[in-house]
C-alpha cells in the first residue's frame, strides 16, 4: 500500500503533467492568434496596395499622363 509520501509525489506529478498540458494549449492558442493577425494585416496591406495604385491610375488618367 502506497505511504503518503508516495500518493503526494503521485498527486505532484500529475499536476506538473496538468499544468503542462494547459500551458502547452495555451501557446498553441496564442501561436493561432498571431498566424491570423499575421494573415489579416497581409490581407489589409494587400487591400491599401491595390487602393493606392487604383487612385495613382486615377490621377495619371486625370493628368493625361496615361497615354
Known sequence: MADNSQKMSYHAGETKGQAEEKAS??????????????????????????KAQGAAETVKNATGMNN
Do not use: W
Not at 25 to 50: P, R, Y
Open 25 to 50: 494549449n495555451m501557446m498553441d492558442k496564442a501561436s493561432n492568434a498571431a498566424q491570423s493577425a499575421k494573415e489579416s494585416m497581409q490581407q489589409t496591406g494587400q487591400q491599401v496596395k491595390e
